[in-house]
């Protein structure tokens, strides 16, 4: 069976994963047996009940209690012991323990933005530790998303105006990909997020240093990293082009017209408080809809993307 499930379905990663596989393989068992049975019954009867010469056919329809009864029975046992199993499985998945690490997840077009009882806020990607449960407190600004991370085997809609949660237990260390699964607008497709588990000393390590690979990658790549994995790229393009936000073609080094008619020079300070404090300075013909990235991002990594913006002439 378990070669079957490597084809189904995608590799486990929580200890969720394993009950909700076991669950399914059993549907799919069950499922496929009464298919067999039933279609093998059919052809047995087509061929055996055949008719046979000319002569008219004549009703042979009897009444059998016991067979009515086993029939019957059997289906309601097998349904229960389905209900049964599903409920247990849903309140494992709903419930999460007491000592669970809570993480607040704010969803918007088209970043997924978490925050840690500590303060500490990041897009797109969060670690966590092995062995320990997570919670996850969901809610969204604008439209409903939904959360997604088919090798944790959990799934729930984000809606605004609302609080929604869901929970896992990391097994082993490694990377895994969450997704939108709500159609949500134009940037659907790239509202991507990775779910990092690290072991206890790395995720402590993490939470003071950043990444690993992260930390010696030269301050320009680490922006261009950044402005993938940030959502930058969802409304700001490279090569001229009108999105949602201004270009970053050519812009630093030269002069910008602002929505109140003033113009400013797009230096490193104007390029750090457009990213900080996105609504302090709106560019002419352009909406105030970015976000605030106060907070999600280090030091460095501001650092970075000021360098990619420098960048792009």
Known sequence: MNWLKSILLPAQGTAYAAEHDTFFMFIVALTAFFFLLITALVVFFVWRYRRRGDSPAESQVTHNTRLE???SVIPLIL???IFAWGFHDY???YTAPGDALEIQVTAKQWIWQFEYPDGMRTVNEIHVPIGRPVRLVMSSEDVIHSFFVPSFRIKKDVVPGMYTDLWFLPEAEGEHTLFC????GRGHSDMLGKIYVDSEEKFREWQELGDERTRTMPLAELGALLYESRGCSTCHSLDGSRRDGPSFKGVFGHEVKLSDGTTVLADENYIRESILEPQAKIVSSFEGIMPTFQGLLRE?????LIEFVKEQQ
């Open 69 to 71: 009864i086993v029939w």
């Open 91 to 93: 309140m494992n998945a």
């Open 181 to 184: 699964a709500e159609y949500c």
């Open 79 to 81: 349904v229960m012991i």
């Open 300 to 304: 460095r990594e501001v650092k970075a």
